[in-house]
């Protein structure tokens, strides 16, 4: 399937978590930009130090590195597999940019999927969040727990919670998150790409929204 989605929503509406489950049920490759600047601080690459205190304080990197490094990652045969862009764009500015590059290589987008959740279950997502150290997969401390408490089912690494996600991060996050949203939802209502899906319920309920999706608009057969 070479389908490729931007999934769009604040944080916590589950984005992370929905492009798990369509990497391991659709075999459909995911870039989050969070986890790709998490790696680099982790790493303390250049670009990890040129990131890290935006990250840390739940600001948003700016747009013309953003895409930049975008661009860097989403080669042609990658574009051409299909993609989910998890997290990116998260302004009108990037999305014009993504635009570009994507018009440049006659590779368009099919839709852009926002996960739609009320505030307080965004709340109680992230602050049940942990997260591996070593693989930075996500579980939460009610909802998706591991089978040893604070161990990785995958790999065995310890589970910790993110730094942006303490309280008053969080709240910082959600309010820019606010603030960028009307004018990044509305570049895609105007193309008509636009897609609302309710994030709330559990991760099948969630799924089984998307696979309905799916169906309807006949993107299981999308070719590059
Ligand atoms: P990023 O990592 O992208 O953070 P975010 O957008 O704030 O999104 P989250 O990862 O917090 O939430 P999510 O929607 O993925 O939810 P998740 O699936 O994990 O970005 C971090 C930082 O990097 C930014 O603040 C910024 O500084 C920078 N950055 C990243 N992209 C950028 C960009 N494009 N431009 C500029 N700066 C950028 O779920 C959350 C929790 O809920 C988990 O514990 C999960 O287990 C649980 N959960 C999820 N769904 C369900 C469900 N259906 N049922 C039960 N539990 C669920």
Same mark, same amino acid.
């Given at each position: 399937m070479s389908l490729r989605l931007v999934l769009l929503g604040p &944080? !916590? /509406?589950g984005k992370g978590t929905l492009a798990g489950v369509l990497s391991k049920d659709l075999g459909l490759g995911s870039v989050s930009t969070g986890e790709l600047f998490r790696n680099e601080i982790r790493r303390r690459t250049a670009l990890g130090k040129l990131v890290t205190r935006y990250v840390s304080s739940g600001r948003l990197v700016p747009d013309e590195l953003v895409v930049k490094v975008m661009a860097r990652r989403l080669s042609r045969r990658r574009l051409g597999r299909g993609v989910v862009l998890d @997290?990116? &764009? #998260?302004t009108a500015g990037q999305a014009r940019g993504l635009d570009a590059f994507l018009k440049a290589r006659g590779t368009p987008l099919h839709g852009a999927l926002y996960l739609d959740c009320p505030t307080p279950l965004l709340i109680s997502r992230l602050s049940g969040r942990r997260v591996c150290q070593r693989c930075g997969r996500n579980y939460h401390s009610r909802t998706m727990r591991p089978? #040893? /408490? %604070?161990?990785?089912? /995958?790999?065995g690494g310890v589970l910790s919670i993110r730094k942006d996600d303490q309280v008053k991060t969080v709240t910082k996050r959600l309010e820019i998150d606010r603030a960028k949203a009307k004018p990044l939802l509305e570049f895609y209502q105007q193309r008509r790409l636009l897609y609302r899906l309710? @994030?709330? !319920? %559990?991760i099948a309920q969630v799924f089984q929204r998307f696979r309905r999706l799916l169906d309807r608009e006949g993107w299981l057969n999308a070719r590059a």
């Open positions: &944080p !916590g /509406a @997290g990116f &764009p #998260r089978k #040893r /408490a %604070g161990v990785c089912d /995958a790999c309710n @994030g709330s !319920g %559990g």
